[in-house]
Nanobody, 116 residues
Framework: QVQLVESGGGLVQAGGSLRLSCAAS????????GGWYRQAPGNQRELVAR???????TYADSVKGRFTISRDNAWNMVYLQMNKLKPEDTAVYYC??????????WGRGTQVTVSS
């Protein structure tokens, strides 16, 4: 079992920045992919950014050049640095990790609201 707790969300003006943190605990040794997803009201949950154990990253087209995902070496923390925020970035942001042959784990989410 893995427990994930997100933090760092809040209200920010367009053009501003936020840094989301995801604290992982439990059986984290097997994690090989970490990611951030978001869900806006009325929309499906979508991938924002993903990072592998080897450090490879993937970003949604809508956030490329503005968001950066990172992690510490032990998978204790996964971060999402968000710059140049736009109102359309408003959503609940969820942390997710994957463990081979075990499955995926989700946090409860943190609200990000970007005002125009």
């Amino acid at each position: 079992q893995v427990q994930l707790v997100e933090s760092g969300g809040g209200l920010v003006q367009a053009g501003g920045s936020l840094r989301l943190s995801c604290a992982a605990s439990g059986s984290i040794n097997g994690i090989n992919v970490g990611g951030w997803y978001r869900q806006a009201p009325g929309n499906q949950r979508e991938l924002v950014a993903r990072i592998t154990g080897g450090g490879s990253t993937t970003y949604a087209d809508s956030v490329k050049g503005r968001f950066t995902i990172s992690r510490d070496n032990a998978w204790n923390m996964v971060y999402l640095q968000m710059n140049k925020l736009k109102p359309e970035d408003t959503a609940v942001y969820y942390c997710n990790v994957l463990i081979p042959y075990d499955g995926g784990y989700w946090g409860r989410g943190t609200q990000v609201t970007v005002s125009s």
